[in-house]
């Protein structure tokens, strides 16, 4: 008969949207509205939710900002789950001498835009540095890849995505340490040694002469093919890159009003694109004249 009273009477006083006695970590958002209860959910957890992580990288310390990241605590979802009526017995006479009513807070993470965040930061961290050929004066010079260290994404969003809960749930701020793999160059010694032999030093041997209609330019070691010059990775290999722009300033308008007739019968000025193409069969000659190569212009000059 008292159980039936007690119960009663808890149900009679716990009829608000968001039952008393209903906490989330700790903090009491029960007896009233929902949207009361969400004003303190935000007061008690706001800032902690906003607060930004710190993490170390291989000794590093940057800072990841949550909502960035898309760590939140959802404050509308939690008490949308701690809303309604509890009909349990315990809860409901528990109400009637303060009893709490734990409720979870939901603190959901959009992993592709942690994953996005984490990837951005590894670049600020530090990677693999490929080998390469670097052109000098009068030789090419073979430069060694070195490892590097990477971020380990995967493994570092499950830790991001503990430390913010516990960030949450604690108010504690700690460094979160995160784990690193090491990286290897995609450019290994082999690969600079075909390069300096296939192409750099065979390019870097001796002048290039370059020909078009009836005028003709000169590129040596010394001086502008250094400028020209120089090799990126593309799929473990290294790829010769020409500049265009210091091929224009060398070239100085030599070849200006020289036409070259294309297939199609339209014509366009001689342009560092096309002294470029022609570059790439002097530079791997041998002799004087292999290393002499002249634009074929399609029959107009």
Known sequence: MLFGIAYGAGLLMNHSEV???????????????KEEAVAKLDAAFGERAKAPLTLSVDGKEEKLDPEKAGLTLNSQE?????????????SVIGSLFGGARPADPVIPVDEEKLGLALTELAGVSGSADDGTIRFEPDKAVPV??????????????ISVRDA?????????????????ATTEPTIDQAELDRAM?????????????????????DFGPSRS????????????RL???????????????????????KGDGKQHE?????????MQTALLGKTPAERTVSIDLGGAG
């Open 19 to 33: 039952p008393k006695g209903t906490t989330v970590l700790g903090a009491d958002i029960g007896g009233g509205t």
């Open 78 to 90: 939690t008490v949308r789950g701690a809303a309604g009526s509890d009909y349990n017995p315990v």
């Open 144 to 157: 060694p890849g070195k490892t590097g260290k990477a971020l380990d994404v995967n493994r570092s969003m």
């Open 164 to 180: 913010y809960r516990a960030q949450v749930e604690t108010g504690r701020h700690t460094v979160v340490e995160l784990p690193v």
């Open 197 to 217: 032999k296939e192409f750099a030093e065979p390019a870097m041997s001796g002048l290039i002469t370059i020909k078009a209609g009836p005028k003709q330019i």
């Open 225 to 236: 093919l250094p400028k020209i010059l120089s090799m990126k990775p593309v799929d473990g």
């Open 239 to 261: 790829v010769e890159v020409y500049d265009k722009k210091a091929i224009d300033s060398l070239l100085d308008g030599v070849f200006d009003g020289i036409m070259i007739t």
């Open 270 to 278: 001689v342009s560092a694109d096309d002294v470029a193409h022609a």
